[in-house]
């Protein structure tokens, strides 16, 4: 079947404009996440939805990011206002948490979108 | 404080010789799980191995192994008869089932194969 998705691919904007980031996860995955990796880093946690739960945003940087996700599917990072320290690679992953999987349900990543601020 | 840690950068590693990447964790929380992921220069991630606290058994999956010792919260992946496609950037990730569903990863170890 399909693997997570991410688009677009490659995004270069300028300083001060808003971007958007999707993620299609895996079908029937209940949690997805979204992690930051600047260049040469290990993965920055930005935000995790689980089902019908409220979002965790505690990773989130600042105010300018925000992340959506709509009918338990497809997500949408949003950065407003972009700085160039913003430039990085998101990773947005999805898995399939259950309640007797006892936390070894495998995280399965997109290819990531490359984000590049002018 | 850092929970994992990779100490190694960067490692090389002859073709077909094993090589042991370092990863160590700190926990309260007696139940956690520890994942291995590979990052070829594509950028995809990709899930090696887990390994659950409480597991009897190292967990073995093809020429990946970990080397689990529970007492030194150390998670070493061991990969055997390395290949030239194995060069890539190795993260080390846990999760404790204690808290939120959110694995915290390392910072990763880039490993090249010479032929």
């Known amino acids: 079947g399909a693997g997570v998705s991410q688009s677009p691919s490659n995004k270069v904007t300028e300083k001060g404009k808003d971007v958007e980031l999707r993620c299609d996860p895996i079908?029937?995955?209940?949690?997805l996440y979204w992690y930051r990796q600047s260049l040469g880093q290990g993965l920055e946690f930005l935000i995790y939805?689980?089902?019908?739960?409220?979002?965790?945003k505690s990773g989130l940087p600042s105010d300018r990011f925000s992340a959506e996700r709509t009918g338990g599917s497809v997500s949408t990072l949003t950065i407003q206002r972009t700085q160039q320290e913003d430039s990085a690679v998101y990773l947005c992953?999805?898995?399939?948490?259950?309640?007797?999987?006892?936390?070894?349900?495998?995280?399965?990543f997109g290819p990531g979108t490359r984000l590049l601020v002018l | 404080a850092q929970k994992i840690t990779q100490t190694q950068p960067g490692m090389f590693v002859q073709e077909k010789e094993a090589v042991t990447l370092d990863c160590t964790y700190d926990t309260s929380d007696p139940s956690y799980g520890l994942f291995w992921y590979k990052q070829p220069s594509s950028g995809e991630m990709i899930f090696l191995i887990y390994?659950?606290?409480?597991?009897?058994q190292n967990a073995t999956e093809g020429r990946y192994s970990l080397n689990f010792q529970k007492a030194r919260k150390s998670a070493n992946l061991v990969i055997s008869a390395s290949q030239l496609g194995d060069s890539a950037m190795y993260f080390c990730?846990?999760?404790?089932?204690?808290?939120?569903?959110?694995?915290?990863f390392g910072r990763g170890t880039s490993l090249i194969v010479h032929p």
């Open positions: 390994q659950g606290s409480y597991d009897q």
């Open positions: 079908s029937g995955h209940t949690a």
């Open positions: 990730a846990m999760r404790e089932l204690g808290g939120s569903y959110i694995p915290t």
């Open positions: 939805f689980q089902g019908n739960s409220a979002p965790d």
């Open positions: 992953a999805s898995s399939l948490v259950t309640s007797g999987g006892a936390g070894k349900e495998t995280q399965y």
